[in-house]
DNA sequence: ATGAAAGCGCTAACAG
DNA sequence: CTGTTAGCGCTTTCAT
């Protein structure tokens, strides 16, 4: 038997703006108002239902405000894989940016597969206001059609109508030969990611035309994943290439090449130089540590945000690419060849 | 001027479960059905309402569903520190056991601070039907508070009142106690957490424990921070010990400690022997790769998720604690003392 | 500066 | 099996 005369609340029903009201002695839109646009009211009424709302412990009701406004002020963030610890910097700085306009970035995870991605993707959709992809698997068509429903950004990869950020890999890369270069090296080969990555095509391009400029010969073999175990697979055929310096789609893949190549006796840097891409986290945790080609995370993660924001604010109109430059990480892994 | 009559749809609205009704030709509630309980609705009508549906790129509005059924599907997962690479098999486990329910597992960077931690889980807090906190920061209190407005379990931690999910350090760290005693080893060094750490506490009680069951010394140290770095700082002191075995109250302060003792010339793990805590990600990338008593975190993950569907769902009511084996892995920075 | 009233898109009784 | 109706909690004109 409820009762609904006192000012006692029922410790499991929620307060809504009504009952604020009703206990301030106040209309419900006077309420709204004291929330979202403070100035709007008389002070007074407003420290009192401030008072009233915290008292009855009132919280308002998200969906509700999404409903009627239309906006959630929550932006998704979809990585294809949390195991790869390279999106650290990205949420972080995203959440940051955002967090400035008064909006929250969380993070879904897409598991392992194109297909879940995509599943992960629509799951979230309808609950944000827009998307920031990371390096996805799903394909270009895939994600045009996401861009219908929401505003969408991808990292990491270019999309035709999408707006991107990527990372150029010329200046990282370009520093990464020069550096081989000097210490003698001839051969340099590239370990390269998935077939498909847009990423792993723009590296070696990019690898081929630094090697051809300074007179080295680059080389590219396939990896079976870019994963540490897939870098301990690749390393007999990197050992059978002859080559005196590698440089791996990812670091994943530099340092399980390292592991295995250290097992087998191969001194790294003495024997081989290995430089890997990405600088993630960890990459300093070998010996030696690990040479880097490093991708601006932080940045790319504040570009993208940002960008999203611009277009739900209507600030941008048309979309966006945005180029961030990389830059090489030089630490033990990589050196002058002091021969087998 | 609007036209209303046409089947066109302006290609920015939305379409509506009424458009979809009109469309078809049946009720609003028709649709609700067909989308939400197909068996409770005529095959034929529902098929075509389906076609209709997909045909008009209807999605869903969530937040109106939300308002109306109070559930929003979604968990909110609440790291204090993404750079901590611990989480990942706690957002993919959870994440796994939630979709098996239909419902969504976001995570949340809580960044750095106490305070942030709180607000974070403020925001997200109305959005969601129910929290995973992981080794949180705050306050008993503000824990408590959170769960009079959401289902809360909290992982790493116990605190009086609320569903816990804990690793139970006494089976990994007696492992490591008896490793180290069959070594040879006379004192462990324990380099502790955060001063305010509930886990720093319970894994030295199960080390002093066990170290005393073994006639072993036990000692124990701060640090400046659960970090990479704080395990550099405090090699000095680890040195100037004596101690011939160390445990880090975690794996990134076994990993600073032990970079920075071998630069200094100590050969690990014949002059000193390190085991870490939680077996993170990149553990084995260095050298020699770490030794580590590993927290289930997966399992963590599964049933925390699985605590707050279930009490989500009224099959449990009271708080359970809930505790998870933790086990050594045996790397290569333990082993018998060969002297300095 | 505040009140009254309508409606965001959906679901869930209740009828039929 | 399907239609009618009411309402979730909030914001937002429009009045006053």
């Known amino acids: 038997m409820p009762s609904e005369e006192t000012t006692v609340q029922s410790r499991t029903a929620k307060a809504t703006i009504y009952d604020v009201a009703r206990q301030a002695g106040v ?24 008072a009233t709302a915290i008292e009855l412990n009132f919280q308002l009701n998200h969906a509700a405000q999404v409903l009627q406004t239309g906006s959630t002020k929550t932006l998704g963030l979809i990585v294809s894989d949390v195991t790869n ?34 599943a992960s ?48 890999p010329d200046r990282g890369v370009s ?21 498909l990555s847009w990423m792993s095509a723009r590296r ?3 690898i081929s035309a630094a090697c051809e400029w300074c007179h080295l010969t680059a080389e590219r073999i396939e990896s079976a994943a870019p994963t540490v175990d897939g870098g ?5 055929a990197v050992k059978a290439s002859g080559a005196t310096a590698v440089i791996t789609h990812n670091d994943l893949l530099a340092i399980g090449l390292m592991h295995e190549l250290q097992n087998a006796g191969v001194v790294i840097p ?47 109109k048309d979309p966006q690419t945005l180029l961030v430059d990389t830059e090489l ?6 050196g002058p060849w002091k021969g087998v």
């Not at 108002?33 to 401030?50: G, Q, S, Y």
């Not at 944000?128 to 219908?148: E, F, N, Y």
């Not at 081989?272 to 990459?283: H, V």
């Open 270 to 316: 003495d024997a081989l130089s290995i430089i890997g891409f990405d600088d993630i986290f960890g990459a300093d945790f070998t010996t030696p540590s690990l040479t880097s080609i490093r991708s601006p995370l932080g940045q790319s993660g504040s570009l993208s945000a940002g960008l999203v924001l611009a277009s739900l604010s209507g600030t941008v």
């Open 329 to 334: 990480v030089i630490r033990g892994s990589a």
């Open 175 to 195: 520093q990464a030969v020069r550096l081989l270069a000097g210490n003698g090296h001839k051969k340099v080969l590239f370990v390269a990611g998935p077939e």
């Open 27 to 50: 209309n419900p839109s006077t309420v709204s108002r004291a929330l979202n646009n403070p100035e709007r009211v008389n002070a007074r009424t407003r420290r009192f239902i401030e």
């Open 121 to 168: 993707a629509n799951r979230v959709i309808n609950a944000v206001d827009g998307l920031i992809l990371t390096s996805p698997r799903m394909s270009d068509t895939d994600i045009q059609l996401l861009a219908k429903t929401t505003q969408v950004v991808v990292i990491n990869r270019e999309v035709n109508g999408i707006s991107c950020v990527i990372p150029d």
């Open 204 to 206: 070696w391009d990019a």
């Open 232 to 236: 301990r697979r690749v390393a007999r």
């Open 85 to 118: 610890p390279t999106f650290f910097g990205i949420l972080r700085e995203a959440g940051r940016v955002a967090a400035q306009r008064d909006y929250t970035v969380v993070l879904v995870n897409a598991a392992e597969s194109e297909s879940k991605e995509l």
